[in-house]
């Protein structure tokens, strides 16, 4: 449900550097990678340059993941000051838990404010924008 | 030696600090009007320079802004052979002058080459406009 | 600014530890002994690492903790430069901690290490890092989070400086804020450039046989040094330590707890701070005075009284070595010789060679590692341990020094 209000305001663009350079990477082929340690079969996200549950840094790699989760939490931007003018009112800002347990961030797609609530099974889907980048957005999926 | 400057390069204008330290603004006023304006405590009569907005000898925030004779001696200088902004051409000198009033200004020579720099020389202060918006005080030989 | 103005005001100097105004002897709780380094972590030098400074800090603490045999969950105090690295938010993600119970930012030099001594001999922590990753040669990084707001809006050459009275007239940049101090001390002391070329001469010999300074495989001759471009008369290219990509931490902890870990402790027997009037980052053009260091002369009176001793009981002394003039200004206000003779003390070499009377920064120091203030600590503790690439004998009491030209921060380590 998100659409632009006035395609001349840029949409921030994620900040990318040498730790999290895979992840964008994948993101621009439409696909969704979460860092996982080999040595003790963890995912992690943010990314992050250290395996925070054996301090190994070389044992990091990129899984691509299902793109399957549940909304976990969420915020309707409702009003003007509050929001991103780049954005038509209302949009949606899910937190959502994947499958391989950890939370990403995104926009929905073609979801009414009110089918937007906790528990609600998603799954990712891609899309390049008008300005020239990817992202990613959770649309319904059946449970 | 005068500083020559790249015409099509802006040279560092004070205006952009002058919003972080609005305690200088009356210095740059002066220097508008082609006089060397210095700080003073009102209470005490300590030479505040820089500028600021307390004594540090008496704690009294009361200050009075009186224009400098304009005449002072070489403290110290440096010469750059390498030009750390493109609006400078080099080689060029920055003096550091001690006024007869006792504070200390870093500034330029308008008509001493570096060879004939000394520590202690007599100079006196001459404004010059270096921009449509821009003047700055500048010092040459006394008498 | 002269006569009328601020005078010397550091009547408290004069009076020792005593209340300017109501001549009270001010009560200062010592940290005397209390607290100890236990782990360095050292991560190699370079002049672009090719990674983030968020990788290299949890890198470094990681090789800290292992150097003191320290459990990486055991840390719960951060302390850092303001200006270096990511926040403990950022370095918590990769180790893992969740029981920092105290955390601080401080700026200029080492004086951070105020912080974990205070933190640890008040009991805020148990185990504190300071951890100091700075890719300075390869630019400032991109990372994400108002850490990487702050560098790209903060030059750090620039931080502190009163831009509007300075840059209009080219005054542009430390090393010709530095120059025109040096200028002065020439002028006043009758230095010569043939006198200091001898610190980076000296240090340019250690650091050929550190093989963490990557900048000099073979030592400088004096007239190498003269013969050095000449960037802001006075100022030559071996008047200024390079920049580089390097991350260090340090951890620290109570006396008696390091007596059960890796290494003999290295017991931090003094550390203070000092600051003086009129101060303004390598500009303090407006005091009586603009050659002589106050802020390391206060320190210095504070870091002595709290160790209980004096300069001639010092080994050896990391020197802040940014820029090589401040080296002979610094010996002066820490009394290891008298005013304006720090040049002539350093002159040959042989007072300031590792075995002399007064070995300087045995690790090459910042002249040749790279500018990464850190490194000081970390020489003193090797020295202390005896692991140093230039070991000098009897190294049971090391002086560092840092913030030349600023608020000045030291410590006295002792074995």
Known sequence: MVEYADKRIPIMRPYIDVDNQEYWDAVKQHKLVIQHCKKCDKYFQPPRPMCPYCHSQDTLEWKESSGKGYIYAYIMFTADKMAYPAFKLPYAVVLVELEEGVRITANTHEMKPEEIEPGVPVEIMFEDLHDGQTLYRFKKRGA | MTVKYNADKRIPHPAKWAVLYRSSTPFWDGVKEKKLMLQRCKQCGTWLNPPRPMCPKCHSTESEWVASSGKGKIYSWVTYNEAPDPAFKTPYAVVLIELEEGPRLVSNLADITPEDIRIGMPVEVTFEDVAEDLTLPKFKKAG | ?415
């Open chain 3, 1 to 415: 600014m002269a006569k009328k103005s601020i005078k010397d005001k550091t009547n408290r100097a004069k009076s020792g530890a005593k209340s300017r105004k109501t001549g009270h002897s001010m009560a200062k709780n010592s940290i005397k002994n209390k607290t100890a380094i236990v782990g360095i972590g050292v991560v190699n030098f370079s002049k672009n690492i090719g990674r983030s400074e968020w990788y290299t800090a949890s890198q470094c603490i990681k090789l800290a903790a292992d150097d003191a045999g320290v459990n990486i969950y055991d840390i719960d105090g951060m302390v850092k430069n303001i200006d270096d690295g990511p926040d403990p938010s950022y370095v918590q993600k990769g180790l893992g901690i969740d029981n920092l119970t105290y955390h601080s930012e401080s700026h200029w030099g080492t004086s951070a290490m105020m912080n974990a001594v205070q933190a640890i001999a008040s009991g805020a922590a148990n185990y504190c890092v300071y951890y100091q990753p700075a890719h300075r040669a390869s630019g400032p990084e991109k990372s994400i989070s108002d850490y990487r707001v702050a560098r790209e809006t903060r030059d750090d050459s620039l931080d502190l400086i009163r831009y509007d009275f300075f840059s209009p007239f080219g005054l542009i940049g430390q090393t010709g804020y530095v120059g025109m101090t040096y200028q002065r001390y020439m002028y006043e002391f009758g230095v010569k450039p043939e006198q200091i070329g001898w610190i980076p001469v000296v240090e340019s010999e250690s650091a050929a046989r550190n093989p963490n300074a990557i900048f000099f495989d073979k030592p400088i001759t004096i007239k190498d040094y003269l013969n050095s471009r000449m960037v802001v008369n006075p100022m030559r290219e071996y008047d200024v330590a390079p920049k580089v990509d390097g991350a260090i931490a340090i951890i620290i902890t109570t006396t008696e707890r390091a007596r059960d870990l890796k290494h003999k402790p290295v017991i931090i027997s003094s550390c203070a701070f000092g600051m003086a009037p009129e101060g303004q980052f390598h500009t303090s053009y407006t005091r009586d005075s603009i050659t002589e260091l106050p802020e390391m002369k206060n320190m210095a009176r504070e870091l002595f009284r709290i160790a209980g001793v004096s300069p001639k009981d010092i080994k050896a002394a990391m020197l802040d070595d940014t820029f090589i003039p401040y080296v002979p200004m610094q010996l002066e206000a820490l009394g290891f010789c008298g005013r304006g003779e720090g040049a002539a003390f350093c002159e040959g070499g042989d007072r300031i060679r590792p075995g002399g009377e007064l070995p300087i920064n045995t690790d090459g120091g910042s002249f040749g590692q790279g500018k990464l203030d850190m490194t000081r600590i970390v020489e003193a503790v090797r020295q202390i341990r005896g692991t140093s690439t230039n070991q000098i004998d009897n190294a049971d009491m090391i002086l560092v020094a840092s913030g030349a030209g600023g608020p000045a921060d030291g410590l006295i380590l002792r074995g």
